[in-house]
Nanobody, 122 residues
């Protein structure tokens, strides 16, 4: 299994930026696609973005398209989420996930990290 640890969350004003990181350890040789999800209080966990093993294919939720960028560094076993033009609706706990599948139909493996809190003030 692959273990995931998210970091980089915090409190930011509307319009600001944050960069989240997700470090993978354990069985990282599986050529996983990676993704980011988020969960706001009282809501379901929603898909945010995903990236293929090679980094050549990405996909975004409509709500973050043009503002967020997912990337990865396979040498460091790390995936990133650059978040710009943040607004209060982006407030949530952000989780990364691995998948054996494809970006177009990203289905996360059941082992989630602890998440990182992002709070955007108005």
């Amino acid at each position: 299994q692959v273990q995931l640890v998210e970091s980089g969350g915090g409190l930011v004003q509307a319009g600001g930026s944050l960069r989240l990181s997700c470090a993978a350890s354990g069985r990282t040789s599986g050529n996983y696609a990676m993704g980011w999800f988020r969960q706001a209080p009282g809501k379901e966990r929603d898909f945010v973005a995903a990236i293929s093993w090679s980094g050549g294919t990405t996909r975004y939720a409509d709500s973050v398209k043009g503002r967020f960028t997912i990337s990865r560094d396979n040498a460091k076993n790390t995936v990133y989420l650059q978040m710009n033009s943040l607004n209060p609706e982006d407030t949530a706990v952000y989780y990364c996930a691995a998948s054996n599948g494809v970006v177009a139909d990203f289905r996360p493996l059941p082992n989630w990290g602890q998440g990182t809190q992002v709070t955007v003030s108005s």
